[in-house]
């Protein structure tokens, strides 16, 4: 048994759609935390004209009666309001294309998908590109990741995000524990731990706004409670680091996966990386956590932590250079209305995907087509675990 799921959809199309398949019947299903994801995904200084526009819920259309599940495929969709102003523009029916009224996209943008995309795709217009690469196919991400959040809850397992560096404040991402992220305030406008350094990152994109430019980031996305044996060290696509990094890669504008503090390891010496090992309280721990909760491929039962670096998003108010896929002369860059940042929306994007793979992960290993058949096998593993 496996958690799977798959979107449709446009950035201006009529609707985000999501199919989810894998979760057992007799899950109960609460709406408005999944709701609630996709607000926090809306969230952040530094974010463009669109959320202002949007304000994502979702309306489940079949998988759920009566609050919950029941063993068969979920499919939801999440209205674009902003649609009615795209509707002659993104039409499915065939139209005589205006150039002006339809925004043909002729000069692609440097760091985005439009100039690869319409190569391999044969796209004469970059617009049948860059509406599916485009960010806002995420929104339908995260309320998968919602379901699967949900799920997780059930095992005792909470995952939580912040972020730890924008641009190049501070200069060394800050690391910060469980408890500390979970006092970050629901109105934190970067949904950083550290006030003083969130007032820094705020200076920081006012002034990329001022000169037209965007910024990158750090984001850091915590498990917590996940249970040991998760994945395997027998295949490698069975290691889940590896389904982790791919998870996470898959998020636009991320470029880098980090799981533990893996990039300092790199220059240290193994007794100064690998964690220790000890059995307190009748249970087996390490003394610190650099591995970030994985060794092998499998989760060891310490917190899983993964860090995700964001390149600075690719359009930009003053456009780089580019060329006119006609023409083939220089002329700068097509900009589309978009952030200045974007980093705490990919901590909850983050968020999500490290929940989808975690539900993979305990479907794989526990199965069951009830919650109360899974809940048996889960909780007959942990029995056996405090024997071994």
């Known amino acids: 048994m496996r958690f799977n799921f798959t979107t449709a959809g446009e950035s201006h199309g009529k609707a985000l759609v999501a199919i989810i398949e894998g979760l057992p019947a007799g899950m109960p299903v609460d709406i408005n935390k999944i709701n609630h994801e996709l607000w926090r995904r809306q969230q952040g200084y530094g974010r463009g ?14 998988g759920v009666r009566h609050g919950k599940t029941l063993g068969s495929p979920i499919a939801l969709i999440i209205e674009n309001r902003d649609f009615v102003h795209w509707q002659d523009i993104m039409a499915s029916e065939p139209v005589d294309v205006n150039p002006k009224r339809d925004r043909v996209v002729k000069r692609p943008r440097p760091g985005h998908a439009d100039l690869a995309g319409g190569q391999k795709y044969g796209a004469r217009d970059l617009r049948n590109i860059l ?51 979970g006092k970050i305030p629901e109105d934190s406008k970067l949904n950083c731990a550290d006030p003083e ?20 980031g750090v984001f850091e996305v915590v498990a917590k409670n996940v249970v040991v ?63 970030g909760g994985l060794e092998g491929g499998i989760t060891n039962g310490e917190e899983l932590r993964v860090r995700g670096y964001l390149k600075p998003i690719s359009t930009l108010r003053k456009p780089l250079r580019s060329v006119d896929i006609d023409t083939k002369q220089e002329d700068p860059a097509a900009f589309e209305r978009s952030d200045i940042t974007a980093v705490p929306a990919a901590g909850v994007i983050g968020e999500s995907m490290l929940a989808i793979v975690l539900a993979n992960a305990m479907r794989e290993k526990f199965g069951g087509d009830s919650i109360a058949e899974v809940r048996s096998n889960f909780n007959n593993y942990i029995t056996s675990l405090a024997s071994y």
Do not use: Y
Request: proline share 1%.
């Open 131 to 181: 509406e599916r690469a485009s960010a806002r196919e995420t929104a339908a991400r995260v309320a998968c990741g919602a379901f699967a959040k949900q799920f997780l809850e059930i095992f005792g397992t909470e995952i939580r995000s912040h972020v730890i560096k924008l641009g190049k404040v501070p200069k060394k991402p800050l690391d910060r524990s469980w408890e500390d992220i």
């Open 197 to 216: 350094i969130e007032n820094q990152m705020i200076a920081l994109i006012d002034s990329a706004k001022e000169d037209g430019d965007t910024l990158g």
């Open 229 to 291: 044996g998760l994945g395997s060290h027998v295949s490698w696509n069975e290691k889940l680091d590896g389904r982790i990094a791919q998870a996470f890669m898959s998020i636009q504008a991320t470029k880098a996966v980090e799981l533990g503090t893996g990039v300092e390891n790199a220059g240290k010496f193994g007794s100064g990386v690998h964690d220790e090992i000890v059995f307190e309280e009748e249970k087996f721990r390490r003394t610190t956590n650099r591995a």
């Open 49 to 62: 004209g669109r959320m202002k526009i949007e304000s994502d819920t979702i309306e489940i259309l079949s």
